[in-house]
């Protein structure tokens, strides 16, 4: 059973920087793609930041140049380092991992972490 579960949420004034963590209980090389996503209040899920297998890691154009993700593979974790941050940027924070086996994909998401982001 795939499990995921993010932490580093915080409330951070505007312009500050947070790294949120995603530690997975299975090999971040088992996934064929990670990342993240987030959810503002009354606003659907939205991509944040993906970086799949052989493909160019791909970010929303709101966190370009802003937003970096990056991998420990050792500790099983994912990472999202967020600078310059804006209220705008307030959010529930979802890691997520996808699997194909085959014909089949797998999607895996956490709990979620907060983001507030005061102006």
């Known amino acids: 059973q795939v499990q995921l579960m993010e932490s580093g949420g915080a409330l951070v004034q505007a312009g500050g920087s947070l790294r949120l963590s995603c530690v997975t209980s299975q090999s971040i090389f088992s996934f064929d793609g990670m990342g993240w996503y987030r959810q503002a209040p009354g606003k659907q899920r939205e991509l944040v930041a993906m970086?799949?297998?052989?493909?160019?890691?791909t970010y929303a154009d709101s966190v370009k140049g802003r937003f970096t993700i990056s991998r420990d593979s050792a500790k099983k974790t994912m990472y999202l380092e967020m600078n310059s941050l804006k209220p705008e940027d307030t959010a529930v924070y979802y890691c997520t991992a996808e699997r194909r086996l085959g014909a089949d994909e797998y999607e895996y998401w956490g709990q979620g972490t907060q983001v507030t982001i005061s102006s």
């Open positions: 970086s799949r297998t052989y493909e160019r890691t």
